[in-house]
């Protein structure tokens, strides 16, 4: 069925039909007169627009209980949206003889739209209707494909943050595990406008750029009203010298370079594209292309950012979308564990702060607790079934985990997804231990041990050192739970067996991923620096990772954290006031936390500083550097190393001993594989109950 209206999607209407028109009523329909089409009869609310906006990849509980009325008063308009998606033609009757004068109140509009069809696909993911999760990333797919028809910049750049948004939500529906090859192939199809080096079309939309500085001037009758339409277009340099009859004689000359600048925009060679933009702008602010291009000539190096990065995840996805419709590649089908863990993590984030110290002392004190009290944590734990418990079982049954498909910040610390993580192993091994101890049964508990060490295993599978340091002392819970239960008696040998099989899948020489993570979160970092930096190839990374690794575990964590606090506003620091199951505290206690925040104020005061003396750090494309030292990435190496050791904003800060970590989590794995073998050694001579079954994982 999903296969039928997904090619209904991918074919065109043959009649000169316009999908502008649904469009329209759909806006009409749908947003308030506050946002470009809408109109007082529109059902979403400003609310609805920003919780739509925001909405995770994999959305919490209390965000579906926000989403489902969103969806429920939308079901009409979605619709029109689908309609409209069958149709190859969006015109939206744009007058581009009023040249920057030109508005495009659609644009806003369509990226609403946008919005509403991701949250519908990530609903669906969510419940596991992937046909109808897949329908919507193609709805999604024709949104960004017709709003990308306007060759005008602005609404190519709309168009690739719909192409992010189709990418990063199509990534979840993949890793679900439930796309067929058949299914693949039909959204491929319905995607087919999206293909090739530029789906956005920014080469036609420089084009069209020209075309409306042409009409400007076209227009313009008279010296000052050139001026007016200049300051339009959002040129701030000083026009008041340009006359009509200069600019209109310096246009021909002009097209020339807005034609370089558009096939560079089309180019599959980035770094090409990157030198021809960057010798254009050169040109523009020197004047060399004459006064009226040093006014309105285009920010090509931001634009061609956004298309590069855009294109990237878009071509990302297809790639292995296409990987599944051929079947060529049998890991690009299989889930991803980082889904039921962002699951599990937001299911033990949402417990009061009273519930979580109550599964807490089930774990480590259950004698503090009175009748009435384990009785609340008894049922407490029971209604985690389907929040937590079920989406541990889940992860602990894939073969991948790759936390990017989560769209978390990074480099971040991740604190409130690791504290979550860490708090949903605890309290699956609080239910473990309770029926270990009601049932006098160690075999209860082991699930709960089996299902915590999978966890530590998928996590390393995509190291950082955040990870592996929550890791690290998961490990270490998971051990003390295996200690209480082999305390109450012997095991089964088929639970040992399945015990020693989990263990085994570990990485001896790095159970946690620390050692494989100090190069991860240089990549990360680096990737920060680079994204849009000059000189940035793959030698100069790869250089500048080899400088961020030789100096050590301890202080590239300390940099996750300084670039934690510059890069994300939502940025949640561990602190004791936190649940007792998500509390970080004891891996990242809370004084290095506050000479972390003070070095990053005094980075933020010699910004200030630099910035009233007008010496400011710039990156390539002229932007303030926030995170980093201006150390440019051409120099040479024993120079950029110099200048880390002496700019570096946590030079000298005692952030976390990553070796002590190390260490720790290392002993942790040695006790573990002790316990099993005295597990195997008790259970060779004294029989027990049967064993509780454990996660099954297929290799």
Not at 160 to 188: E, P
């Amino acid at each position: 069925m999903v296969a039928c209206i997904l090619s209904m999607l991918a074919c065109a209407s043959t009649h000169a039909d316009n999908a502008a028109d649904r469009y329209r009523e759909a806006m009409a329909m749908l947003l308030p007169p506050s946002l470009g089409l809408g109109s007082p009869a529109g059902v979403l609310t400003l609310d609805d627009l920003e919780a739509i906006s925001v909405l995770p990849p994999v959305p919490t509980a209390a965000d579906r209980e926000r989403l489902a009325p969103i969806l429920a008063k939308t079901a009409e308009a979605r619709a029109l949206l689908e309609a409209a998606s069958r149709i190859g033609r969006c015109d939206w009757g744009l007058d581009r003889d009023q040249g920057f004068a030109l508005l495009l109140p659609h644009a806003g509009s369509m990226r609403a739209l946008a919005f509403l069809v991701r949250a519908q696909a990530v609903a669906e993911s969510s419940d596991g209707n992937q046909p109808a999760a897949l329908v919507a990333l193609a709805t999604l797919g024709s949104i960004a494909g017709h709003v990308a028809q306007d060759d005008v910049t602005i609404s190519s750049l709309v168009a690739g943050r719909i192409g992010t948004l189709l990418a990063g939500t199509g990534a979840v529906v993949l890793d679900s595990g439930a796309v067929d090859a058949k299914q693949a192939q039909s959204l491929l199809d319905s995607l087919g406008p999206l293909k090739g080096d530029d789906p956005f079309r920014f080469g036609p939309a420089v084009r069209g750029e020209f075309d409306m500085l042409a009409a400007t001037l076209r227009k313009a009758d008279s010296d000052q009203q050139l001026r007016t339409m200049i300051a339009m277009s959002g040129s701030t340099e000083d026009h008041s010298g340009l006359t009509l009859d200069a600019a209109r004689a310096e246009l021909r000359s002009l097209r020339p370079a807005f034609e370089r600048a558009a096939r560079a925009m089309e180019s599959p060679n980035p770094e090409q594209a990157m030198a021809e933009l960057r010798r254009l702008e050169s040109a523009a602010r020197s004047g060399s292309l004459g006064a009226l291009a040093k006014l309105v000539f285009p920010d090509l190096l931001r634009i061609h950012a956004s298309k590069l990065n855009a294109t990237r995840e878009l071509a990302l996805f297809l790639e292995r979308l296409r990987a599944i419709a051929e079947g060529k590649d049998p890991e690009a089908a299989l889930p991803n564990a980082a889904v039921p863990l962002a699951r599990a993590s937001a299911g033990a984030r949402a417990l009061d702060a009273d519930a979580q110290e109550l599964v807490e002392l089930v774990r480590v004190a259950p004698g503090a607790l009175d009748e009435a009290h384990a009785t609340r944590a008894a049922d407490l734990l029971a209604r985690l079934d389907r929040a937590v418990f079920a989406p541990l079982v889940e992860a602990a049954a894939c073969r991948r985990c790759d936390f990017a498909v989560l769209r978390m910040p990074s480099p971040s610390l991740d604190a409130r997804f690791l504290g979550g993580l860490r708090g949903a192993v605890r309290a699956a091994l609080a239910d473990g231990l309770r029926r270990a101890r009601a049932e006098r049964s160690p075999d209860a508990a082991a699930p709960a041990v089996i299902t915590a060490w999978r966890t530590v295993t998928l996590a390393a599978m995509d190291p950082s050192l955040a990870r592996a340091a929550v890791c690290g002392t998961i490990l270490g819970d998971a051990n003390a739970a295996l200690a209480e239960a082999m305390a109450i008696g012997a095991m089964r040998p088929a639970t040992v067996d399945e015990l020693e099989r989990t263990l085994a899948r570990m990485n001896a020489t790095d159970p946690v991923g620390f050692r494989a993570a100090l190069a991860a979160d240089a990549r990360r970092t680096v990737a920060s620096m680079a994204r849009m930096a000059s000189g940035a190839g793959p030698e100069a990374r790869e250089a500048r990772e080899k400088i961020l690794v030789q100096r050590g575990a301890s202080a590239m964590l300390a940099r996750v954290a300084f670039a934690d606090t510059r890069l994300n506003d939502d940025t949640v620091w561990p602190t004791a006031s936190d649940g007792a199951l998500v509390r970080l505290t004891d891996v990242f206690p809370v004084p290095p936390i506050e000479r972390l925040r003070a070095a990053a104020a005094a980075w933020d005061a010699r910004r200030v500083q630099a910035r009233e003396r007008g010496t400011e750090p710039l990156d390539g494309y002229g932007l303030a550097l926030v995170i980093d030292p201006p150390v440019p990435f051409d120099l040479p190496i024993e120079d950029q190393r110099t200048m880390f050791r002496k700019e570096d904003p946590v030079r000298g800060v005692e952030f976390v001993e990553v070796n002590a970590l190390i260490s720790a989590s290392d002993a942790a794995f040695i006790a573990a594989g002790d316990a099993v073998r005295a597990a195997r050694a008790r259970a060779a001579v004294t029989p027990t109950a049967s064993p509780v079954p454990a996660p099954a994982v297929t290799e």
